[in-house]
């Protein structure tokens, strides 16, 4: 039998408000009234401009129903979120910035090389979950997605597997030790390398590992899905990532690289 006064599980909430008159002392009415509702301010950012994000905690849901009726009297500002926090909500409020994601395909995500913090958190952030999921990693040569990947793997501290890759050379597993197939790594794909390149034996391999409850990095994802069996609809998330915001990714121009016999 559960205990009526049993303790509530704190839990956490992502506010989000934009300021139309930053007069002197308005975070401090605002922080006072949450301390006077006992909510707890965990993180506090500017996020992008004259808009401000919090990640709160209480253990009383109807605290944040109360605080969100008040917050919509006040003149200085309007309350754009009040909800359960998101990955991009707290990768917003730790880095100051929304990721760039696409407004048709909300799947997708974008970033470029002078964001290669914010993209590592995220990785980072995602890898820590645990079950199946397959992420795919858009981006021309030499554009760090390897190496994002791998810094990605430490931040979650999760060891990674290299099943393809162009890193140091053309790699094609086609077999992985006991300790390689651990469910719990970060297995990172060659999209090219899997399937151009790929014999019977790597490709049996690969099947295997798409079906394991486990982390999948796929880079190149279109040419995988283009030269396989799998579909974008396999891809759980997608990732883009450019030299500059207006980087066309063409395969292409860097396809052929790939035909030269091993």
């Known amino acids: 039998m559960v205990e009526a006064n049993q ?19 308005l975070l401090g009415d605002i922080a006072s009234l949450l301390g006077m509702l ?34 919509k009297k006040v003149d200085n500002i309007t309350v754009c979120a009040l909800r359960e926090p998101k990955l991009v909500d707290i990768l917003a409020v730790r880095h100051g910035r929304y990721i760039d994601r696409d407004s048709d395909d909300r799947k997708t995500f974008r970033f470029t090389r002078d964001e290669l913090g914010l993209l590592v958190d995220f990785l ?95 880079e190149h994802p279109d040419v995988f899905v283009q030269e396989s069996e799998y579909t974008y609809d396999d891809f759980d998330i997608i990732v883009e990532l450019r030299n500059n915001p207006n980087e066309e990714i063409i395969y292409d121009t860097f396809t052929s690289s790939y035909n030269d016999d091993i």
């Open 7 to 25: 303790t509530k599980q704190p839990k956490q909430w992502y506010m989000e408000y934009r300021i139309h008159k930053n007069r002197p002392g």
């Open 38 to 71: 006992e909510v707890n301010i965990l993180t506090i950012n500017g996020v992008e401009g004259k808009t401000r994000g919090m990640l709160l905690e209480t253990d009383d849901e109807e605290k944040i129903r109360l605080m969100g009726a008040m917050l």
């Open 124 to 218: 980072g952030e995602l890898f820590k979950r645990s079950g199946n999921q397959v992420i795919g990693l858009r981006g021309m040569p030499r554009v760090g997605k390897t190496e994002s990947i791998i810094a990605g793997s430490v931040c979650a501290m999760k060891r990674w597997t290299f099943v393809s890759s162009t890193l140091l050379r053309q790699t094609v597993r086609s077999q992985l030790s006991e300790d390689e197939m651990n469910p719990a790594n970060v297995f990172i794909i060659d999209g090219i390398v899997s399937t151009i390149r790929s014999n019977e034996r790597h490709y049996n391999l690969l099947q295997n590992i798409m079906r394991m409850p486990s982390t999948k990095v796929i």
